[in-house]
C-alpha cells in the first residue's frame, strides 16, 4: 500500500535553484526524502522540489522512484554526456496540456507568423529590430555571422586565443579550451531553458529559427540569453586556462543564473516571442485534463502549466 502524502505545494519555477548537476551515484527515494546514494554507501540528500532541472551524467542510475518523485514536483531529469556536453534524453515532469503546444506548432507551421517570431527573437537578441525584407533562412546567415563576430570580440576582450567554434562530441578532451568552456556553458543553460519551455507546456523540439532537432526551441530560447549570461564566463574562465575548466564553468553559471534571475525571466520571454506571431492562443478544449499539480490556493505562475 503506498504511503498517503500530503498535497503538493510546487514552489514556482522562477524561485528555484536552476540546475543541479549528479554523477556516479544511485539517484532514490528513502524515508520520503530524495538521495544520491555513492559506491560506499554515503548518503546525499537533494531538494529536488526546489530544483528546477537535474543533470545525470555518466556514471548515474535511476530508481523509479526517484522519476516518480521528480515528476510530481516538477523536476526536469535530464541525461547528459561527460561534463554535460551531450544532451540525450529528458524526462517531462507533470502533464503539460496540449493547448499551448498546438499553439506553438500552429504558429511553426505558418509561414507569414513564424518570420515575425523570428525577427521578435532577433530583436531580443540583438536589441534592435531585424532588417526589413528577409526571409528566415536569411535572418538565420546574417545572426550566424553576428555570432562569429562577437566570439571574436569576446575572445579578444578575454586574450583568448581563439580559432572558431568547434569540439568533436565523441571525444572530448579533443577540444581545446575555450570550446570545452563554451560546450559546459551552454549545456547548464540548454538544460534550465528545456525545464523552463516543458514546465510551461511547449515542445522543446518545434523551433523557428532552428529546426529538426529534438531541442530546436530549447536553441531559440537559449540564444537569447547566451551572450548576456554564458559565453562571457566561458571566456573569461577559459583566459585563466584552469585545470578543470568544465567544474568551474558550472559554478560560475549558477552564480551568472541567479545573479540575473534567468529561470524569472526565460517563460515570459517565450510569452512575449510567442505573442510576436499575431495568432490568438486556443481556447483550452472541454475535454483539457486539469494541471498536474493543482494548487488551490493560487499560488503558483505559468511554469506550473495552468
Avoid at 536569411?138 to 562569429?148: D, K, N, P, S, T
Avoid at 540575473?260 to 485534463?289: D, F, N, Q, Y
Amino acid at each position: 500500500m503506498e504511503p498517503i502524502l500530503p498535497p503538493l505545494k510546487p514552489i514556482p519555477i522562477k524561485d528555484r535553484l536552476s540546475v543541479l548537476f549528479v554523477e556516479k551515484g544511485h539517484l532514490d527515494v528513502l524515508d520520503g526524502a530524495f538521495v544520491l546514494i555513492d559506491k560506499t554507501g554515503v548518503r546525499t540528500h537533494i531538494p529536488v522540489g526546489g530544483v528546477a532541472c537535474l543533470m545525470l551524467e555518466p556514471g548515474t542510475r535511476v530508481s523509479h522512484a526517484a522519476a516518480v518523485l521528480a515528476s510530481r514536483v516538477g523536476c526536469l531529469l535530464v541525461w547528459v554526456g561527460e561534463a554535460g556536453v551531450r544532451l540525450y534524453s529528458a524526462g517531462q515532469p507533470g502533464g503539460a496540456r496540449a493547448g499551448r503546444l498546438l499553439y506553438q506548432a500552429k504558429l511553426a507551421l505558418d509561414d507569414d507568423a513564424r518570420l515575425k517570431v523570428v525577427r521578435k527573437m532577433y530583436a531580443m537578441r540583438f536589441k534592435e529590430e531585424a532588417p526589413a525584407k528577409r526571409s528566415v533562412q536569411q535572418l538565420r546567415g546574417i545572426e550566424g555571422a553576428r555570432v562569429r563576430k562577437m566570439y571574436e570580440l569576446l575572445a579578444r576582450q578575454y586574450r583568448v586565443t581563439w580559432k572558431r567554434r568547434n569540439y568533436d562530441h565523441t571525444e572530448w578532451g579533443s577540444g581545446d579550451v575555450p570550446n570545452r568552456c563554451l560546450s559546459s556553458a551552454t549545456a547548464c543553460l540548454y538544460g534550465i531553458c528545456e525545464a523552463a519551455i516543458l514546465a510551461a507546456g511547449y515542445a522543446p523540439a518545434i523551433g523557428f529559427i532552428h529546426t529538426g532537432k529534438p531541442q530546436s526551441f530549447v536553441y531559440d530560447i537559449a540564444d537569447i540569453f547566451k551572450f548576456e549570461t554564458v559565453v562571457p564566463v566561458a571566456f573569461r574562465i577559459a583566459s585563466r586556462n584552469p585545470g578543470q575548466p568544465e567544474r568551474e564553468v558550472r559554478l560560475a553559471c549558477r552564480d551568472v543564473f541567479r545573479q540575473s534571475r534567468l529561470l524569472h525571466r526565460i517563460i515570459p520571454a517565450i510569452e512575449e516571442i510567442l505573442t510576436a506571431g499575431e495568432i490568438p492562443m486556443p481556447k483550452v478544449h472541454e475535454e483539457a485534463v486539469e494541471i498536474a499539480i493543482p494548487n488551490k490556493e493560487g499560488l503558483g505562475d505559468a511554469g506550473h502549466r495552468g
